[in-house]
């Protein structure tokens, strides 16, 4: 991964090009991702998901999402399905026994008059034969994939008893034949439309935690100027401008602040302010570089990357004031923290001997640190908005691709783009 253009270079001043805006998303959807799924993990739900019958019909595979989402989880073992079925059949449960699968999904798609898509599925749990209830979505030929999300989102939650991502939202930055765009796209990295694009460099994208707004950095007057942009009309606005960088956004969890590094009074330093640009604070008084500054979730801290101790670090301040604690202590360069949901998290990058960067993942309470990438040039994790799962960027076979991972690094999924490198990833919220 070109280092210049990465995450890694806040520490090296920003030092980007140009952005220029060219519309929101009502434009076209980008050519689609390939996801590639590895690993085994140690604790999976063996699930049965044939083919929807006339699914065809509804322009997208529908079921080979819902597979897909599954098993990109970690939680979930998809199991062969040869025999067809839909949501009104009647499973012969030894046959599924026999297959070892504990749960069976089967649905159907149907176009209606208007020419909405009508998705049906049922749930059955196969150990017990019990039917575990199902949905009914009418939907847009254009919903369809999210209808299908959605579904796996259902069948996630009443499995494991927890909320699924599957329709939640990423952004990222996509680089081919020396343009730049800022993209929103589904959690699998599939139809993505254009927020922004460029001649140069677009960085640092935030979501604002009601998903309306993206925060980033843009040049286009030639400095770094940090813009929030919102997607469903494309209006955007200059948030911070001062004399000098204005860069590493990051949104409060209320939604409400904005902390960000600003070089107006020399060095870089961090400061936060209200989302509507006033308010101005500066949070810290050191000479080193303090940037990549990210909210706990609570609210009452801040988790950042200074040099303040001879090489690039992560600490934590408390918003209330007093001294920036030290957080990593492995080796000598970690960087780009990102903090899970419940707090008790945190992912970041470091550099290993040799130039290799890697992601980590590291307990806050007791300290201990696992590496859960085999890559070598990783950046920018983001944490699923469950905390189940992270996305990063890296390069294989030469390109710059994203990955998401479980937290144990066990099961990772690969989205890669024939079209383009890809960088610069950011989970959305919940809200869609």
Same mark, same amino acid.
């Given at each position: ?67 897909a ?43 209606l ?12 749990? /196969? =150990?017990?034969? %019990? +039917? #575990?209830?199902?949905e009914?979505?009418? !939907?847009?030929? $254009? ?15 009443k ?5 699924g ?59 770094? /100027? =940090?813009?929030? %942009? +919102? #997607? ?5 606005? !200059?948030?911070? $401008? ?8 990051s ?10 590094t ?106 201990a ?11 920018s ?15 294989v ?36």
């Amino acid at each position: 991964m070109n280092v210049s253009l990465s995450r890694r270079a806040a520490l090296g001043g920003l030092a980007q090009s140009t952005a220029l805006a060219l519309g929101a998303l009502a434009m076209p959807s980008w050519a689609q991702f390939r996801v590639e799924i590895s690993g085994v993990g140690g604790s999976q739900i063996p699930i049965a998901l044939p083919d929807f019958r006339d699914e065809a019909r509804s322009g997208q595979a529908v079921a080979a999402i819902i597979r897909a989402d599954l098993e990109r989880s970690g939680q979930f073992r998809i199991v062969d399905a040869p025999v067809p079925m839909f949501e009104g059949s009647s499973p012969a449960w030894n046959d599924w026994r026999a297959r070892n699968a504990d749960a069976l999904a089967a649905g159907s798609a149907t176009r209606l008059a208007d020419g909405r898509i009508d998705l049906r599925y049922k749930l059955w749990d /196969v =150990v017990k034969g %019990q +039917d #575990l209830g199902g949905e009914a979505h009418a !939907v847009a030929s $254009d919903d369809v994939r999210l209808a299908a999300h959605r579904i796996a989102d259902a069948i996630y939650q009443k499995l494991t008893g927890e909320r699924g991502v599957f329709a939640t939202r990423m952004a990222y930055v996509t680089k081919a034949g020396g343009r730049y765009t800022l993209r929103i796209a589904d959690a699998d990295g599939e139809g993505g439309q254009v927020a922004l694009a460029s001649p140069d460099p677009i960085i640092s994208p935030a979501w604002s935690p009601n998903g309306r707004e993206l925060a980033y950095v843009s040049f286009e007057t030639r400095k770094a /100027v =940090v813009w929030i %942009q +919102d #997607l469903s009309t494309g209006r955007r606005r !200059v948030l911070a $401008d001062f004399r000098g960088t204005n860069s590493a956004p990051s949104f409060s969890p209320d939604g409400q602040q904005v902390a960000l590094t600003l070089s107006r009074e020399g060095g870089s330093q961090l400061f936060i302010m209200n989302r509507d640009g006033g308010g101005l604070r500066r949070l810290t008084q050191s000479s080193a570089i303090d940037t990549e500054s990210v909210f706990s979730p609570d609210g009452r801290s801040i988790y950042f990357v200074s040099d303040r101790g001879g090489g690039p670090q992560i600490y934590r301040m408390s918003l209330a004031g007093g001294a920036a604690e030290r957080v990593t202590f492995n080796g000598g360069y970690n960087i780009s923290p990102a903090i899970s949901p419940d707090g008790r998290t945190m992912a970041f990058i470091t550099r290993l001997n040799g130039g290799t960067f890697r992601l980590c993942v590291m307990d806050l309470a007791s300290g201990a640190v696992q590496q859960i990438s085999d890559t070598s040039d990783d950046e920018s994790p983001s944490f699923s908005p469950n905390g189940r799962l992270l996305v990063y960027a890296t390069r294989v076979g030469g390109r710059d691709v994203l990955m998401t991972s479980t937290l144990d690094g066990k099961i990772k999924a690969k989205l890669i783009s024939s079209l383009a490198d890809v960088r610069e990833p950011t989970w959305g919220p919940f809200n869609r």
